[in-house]
């Protein structure tokens, strides 16, 4: 069983186009995250969700928009796509928010924007 | 702010040997401190995790992380190096300031010589 997945794996899509990744957790977790790695390999914050509630929200442009359903899901839309958005993009869940809890991470959705 | 340097962006060694990857933080009091590691294509996966009593962190994969606060450091390290490390390496830094997020490092990419 997968803990945490997220669809699709690879996404290539035009300048200008909508779209969503898809994530979810078998876990049980209460915390949910999403992070952007870029071509050079670093890992930031964008969101973080507890219990369905918005507690990061990192300085991301607003055409990126998170939705947590419930806790075992955090859906990212991305409005508008840029060229400057290609990146790896990997959602995490941890038990709870404490920074003591691990974070388990997804494989990853390699976002293209041509 | 807190932040995490990661001195070697590349490190090879061959097959056998130990490693030592280096972890530098700037934070005035204990952080909290963890190291991950993201095999190609792959999300990213806990090692090892410290907060606070032994200083001598064991965790997954025969590592093990020794934290110096004189030195504000965290490094990891492997006595035999097998040829399945090869990976990415990263520190990470909880932010204990309130916003519940990790910080990190750039990541060292580790290969490994059969």
């Known amino acids: 069983d997968t803990a945490v997945s997220q669809t699709p794996k690879y996404l290539v899509t035009q300048m200008g186009n909508d779209k969503s990744i898809k994530c979810e957790q078998n876990?049980?977790?209460?915390?949910m995250y999403w992070y952007k790695q870029d071509s050079k390999k670093f890992l930031k914050i964008m969101f973080s969700?507890?219990?369905?509630?918005?507690?990061i929200n990192e300085t991301v442009p607003n055409r990126f928009s998170p939705k947590s359903p419930d806790k075992a899901h955090l859906n990212l839309h991305i409005n508008s796509l840029e060229l400057g958005d290609s990146a790896v993009y990997f959602c995490?869940?941890?038990?709870?928010?404490?920074?003591?809890?691990?974070?388990?991470f997804g494989p990853g959705t390699r976002l293209l924007v041509l | 702010a807190q932040s995490v340097t990661q001195p070697d962006i590349h490190i090879t060694v061959s097959e056998g040997a130990s490693l030592e990857l280096r972890c530098n933080y700037s934070?005035?009091?204990?952080?909290?401190l963890f190291w991950y590691v993201q095999s190609p294509g792959q999300g990213l996966q806990l090692l090892l995790k410290?907060?606070?009593?032994?200083?001598l962190v064991q965790g997954i994969k025969g590592f093990e992380a020794e934290f110096k606060r004189s030195q504000s450091s965290f490094n990891l390290r492997k006595p035999s190096v097998h040829w399945s490390d090869a990976a990415e390496y990263f520190c990470?830094?909880?932010?204990?300031?309130?916003?519940?997020?990790?910080?990190f490092g750039t990541g060292t990419r580790l290969k490994v010589l059969a």
């Open positions: 995490a869940s941890s038990q709870d928010q404490a920074l003591r809890e691990t974070q388990y």
């Open positions: 876990l049980g977790h209460d915390t």
């Open positions: 969700y507890n219990n369905k509630e918005l507690i």
């Open positions: 934070y005035g009091a204990t952080p909290y």
């Open positions: 410290y907060f606070s009593g032994d200083t």
């Open positions: 990470a830094v909880g932010d204990t300031s309130g916003t519940y997020k990790y910080i």
